[in-house]
Nanobody
Framework: VQLQASGGGLVQAGGSLRLSCATS????????MGWFRQAPGKERELVAG????????YHADSVKGRFSISRDNAKNTVYLQMNNLKPEDTAVYYC????????????????????WGQGTLVTVSS
């Protein structure tokens, strides 16, 4: 199983980035997916999650209205569109796959995540 995150970089506050996570070696269309981040000195946190079909999503309060998770099952890829970035969004962003599909009853925020990518660094300057 491989998860390859890309799209990070340096951006000014108020700018946008789009992260991508290309996967292989797993049945992507049967897996809920998530984007996590870890800032220096802080614990890793779930930023956004999406069920296997894309029918249900989760966004942390800190990014709600600014970030949007989506997926393309034909391309085995999950995305994180990040708008109006703030310096506090600076972190290494990781994509992860759950062993579960997720649903409206089994939300992406409640699922365990089994497979992890290598991370991509997002730096937001003020």
């Amino acid at each position: 199983v491989q998860l390859q995150a890309s799209g990070g970089g340096l951006v000014q506050a108020g700018g946008s980035l789009r992260l991508s996570c290309a996967t292989s070696g797993l049945t992507f269309s049967n897996k809920a997916m998530g984007w996590f981040r870890q800032a220096p000195g802080k614990e890793r946190e779930l930023v956004a999650g999406i069920t296997y079909s894309g029918g249900n999503t989760y966004h942390a309060d800190s990014v709600k209205g600014r970030f949007s998770i989506s997926r393309d099952n034909a391309k085995n890829t999950v995305y994180l569109q990040m708008n109006n970035l703030k310096p506090e969004d600076t972190a290494v962003y990781y994509c992860a796959a759950s062993a579960y599909r997720g649903s409206s009853y089994s939300r992406p925020s409640d699922l365990p995540y089994t497979y992890w990518g290598q991370g991509t660094l997002v730096t937001v300057s003020s």
